[in-house]
């Protein structure tokens, strides 16, 4: 099969006085980023949240980049969803009931008065996850209530009362309200995750060739054979 190939290849050199071409096929590009004990993250998960993270962070590398986008969100939420799938359906469930009846981050303050998990306070892009920044940093949506977003303890729902630019766009500051429907507390989900990394640090059977170097220090790259 091998030694048919090469010669396929080799044919449009020795045909290309009779004006013959002949195609190689090449292999598909690689899509995966990561495979840790059976959960797949591919690239295509991965480089909104990089490509989002150069708009406002340019001088920072793509590979540190990544490594913060999987340490915070991509794993996190892939182990949460295999392990609390039922309990997070039930979560977003009760996600999309508040976005029903709260229209604006006004409405959302106030129909959430009774709901023990929730943020509100001035933040930078650095306390909360990509799609939480990429929604409450847009100055076209300030005001707005979000659709339910996906965090590794649940969903939030959110909305921005304003937004303070700053000099360098790494440190806009934006005074939000975040409003939990989640699984874990804080500490509860802390525990999970330090120990889930623990257990996982071998598991890992394929990470990308081009971005090994981008992987969490945590995560024990496979043995090449």
Request: hydrophobic residues 45%.
């Amino acid at each position: 099969m091998n030694t048919l190939r090469i010669a396929c290849c080799l044919l449009p050199a020795g045909l290309a006085a009779f004006g013959l071409v002949v195609a190689c096929s090449e292999p598909p590009p690689e899509t995966r980023l990561l495979v840790l004990d059976g959960i797949e993250i591919k690239l295509a998960d991965a480089m909104p949240f990089v490509e989002y993270m150069d708009t406002y962070a340019p001088d920072i590398g793509r590979k540190t980049k990544l490594m913060n986008v999987l340490e915070r969100y991509l794993i996190p939420v892939a182990l949460a969803r295999r392990q609390f799938g039922a309990q997070r359906a039930e979560k977003l469930q009760q996600a999309e009931a508040m976005c029903a009846v709260a229209t604006n981050v006004v409405e959302l303050e106030t129909k959430s008065e009774l709901i023990a998990e929730k943020v509100k306070r001035d933040e930078s892009r650095a306390t909360m996850s990509p799609p939480e920044a990429i929604f409450l940093f847009d100055p076209l949506r300030t005001g707005e209530v979000s659709r339910p977003i996906e965090v590794p303890q649940g969903w939030y729902v959110a909305g921005a009362f304003d937004l303070k630019p700053r000099s360098l766009a790494m440190d806009d500051i934006v005074s939000s309200l975040r409003v939990g429907f989640v699984t874990h507390t804080a500490k509860q989900w802390y525990d999970y995750y330090e120990e889930q990394k623990r257990l996982l640090a071998t598991k890992a059977t394929f990470v990308h060739p081009d971005w090994v170097t981008a992987m969490p220090e945590w995560i024990q790259p496979p043995r090449q054979p």
